[in-house]
């Protein structure tokens, strides 16, 4: 496949993507609603689980083409590109959104920072202690997270004193969720199942779309992991953000970023199994660290800024913490194409 060959396949398959992606969120949400959930904690699970489904088929296919730095590179990027889409829903929205949502986030926060971590020390590391070729981290990072899931289900609320003043107007649902609101809850369920079976068509031609770009340019796997794909593949939790706050779920719209992040950590262990070669991030480039440190640096950033939070006042939309964040996203993909 040529360079505009795989371009065009890219951009098709790409869209194809985010629409499947999208849409699963909208199924996510009004079953949740129908099945009556806390909107944290289906934010953080379920809307995750659903927004990250392009991650996992297009992390398993990169590790069985042999591309590893395709993979890793896509989950730290994608954990990026969810910390820039938080400060963006925050500029959207005029600095509103990160003093209405619960302080619970930062639990959520702390473990994906966590499991993000236990990564990196592997990759500097180079550590290949495993069972089989599967390697020790991504097994013990999916242990975890299935521990705190159950956490997060049993977790009390944490909201923030005041919090009610600082609600933005609820909208009637638009897009994905006015039209998800009509069906049943089993046609909800065949729904949501239609759009897994996109993704998994869709997301394989993604990647390797992008790993023939690679080959095609010289340009590394490290970056466009980071960037493109991760960008891609990120799309749809910046959709069901952004149409999670026209209906006043501001706690699923940050849930879902948090939480995606969480469940980007777990498909490292389904990106080993598939890289049959030996334990996965042993054989990454070192240049990954910079992704996953910067993740961290990111998540690190959005927590101060949404504890240190108070009322909205009438300059709050001047304050510099989303644009601190942003300024942080372009500078760490600014190291990682400087590095690798």
Same mark, same amino acid.
């Given at each position: ?14 869209? $194809? ?25 289906? @934010? !953080? ?43 963006? =829903? ?22 994906? =920072? @966590? ?9 500097? !590391? ?72 996109? =993704? ?89 660290? $910079?992704?996953?440190?910067?993740? =961290? ?44």
């Amino acid at each position: 496949m040529g360079l505009w060959q795989a371009v065009m396949v890219f951009l098709l398959s790409a869209a $194809v993507l985010v629409w499947a992606g999208s849409s699963l969120a909208g199924y996510a949400d009004q079953i949740a609603e129908r099945m009556r959930m806390s909107r944290l904690f289906v @934010g !953080t699970l379920m809307l995750a689980f659903a927004t990250s489904l392009p991650e996992l088929v297009t992390d398993i296919t990169a590790a069985r083409a042999g591309a590893p730095d395709l993979a890793a590179g896509d989950l730290f990027g994608s954990s990026m590109a969810n910390m820039a889409i938080l400060a963006i =829903i925050d500029l959207l929205y005029r600095g509103r959104v990160w003093p209405s949502v619960e302080l619970g986030h930062a639990r959520v926060a702390a473990v994906a =920072i @966590g499991l993000t971590s236990i990564a990196a020390l592997n990759i500097l !590391t180079r550590s290949e202690v495993g069972i089989g070729w599967v390697g020790f981290a991504p097994i013990l990072i999916a242990v975890l997270y299935v521990v705190s899931i159950a956490w997060f289900r049993r977790m009390p609320l944490l909201a923030r004193p005041g919090v009610e003043t600082a609600r933005i107007p609820i909208q009637k649902p638009t897009g994905w969720s006015e039209e998800a609101s009509r069906h049943s809850l089993g046609g909800l369920w065949l729904r949501f199942g239609l759009a897994v079976f996109l =993704i998994f068509v869709s997301a394989p031609v993604v990647t390797l779309s992008v790993k023939a770009i690679a080959d095609s340019t010289g340009i590394a796997q490290t970056f466009l992991g980071a960037a493109l794909l991760a960008i891609t593949t990120s799309i749809p939790e910046l959709v069901a953000s952004i149409a999670s706050l026209r209906i006043g779920a501001y706690d699923m719209a940050v849930g879902n970023l948090f939480g995606s992040n969480v469940a980007n950590m777990s498909v490292l262990l389904f990106a080993d199994i598939a890289y049959t070669e030996g334990p996965i991030l042993a054989a990454v480039s070192p240049t990954q660290a $910079v992704s996953a440190v910067g993740a =961290i640096l990111l998540m690190a950033i959005a927590v101060a800024a949404i504890v240190g939070e108070s009322e909205k006042t009438r300059f709050r939309q001047l304050e510099p913490d989303a644009f601190v964040l942003l300024i942080a996203y372009a500078a760490t993909l600014g190291a990682i194409a400087f590095y690798g």
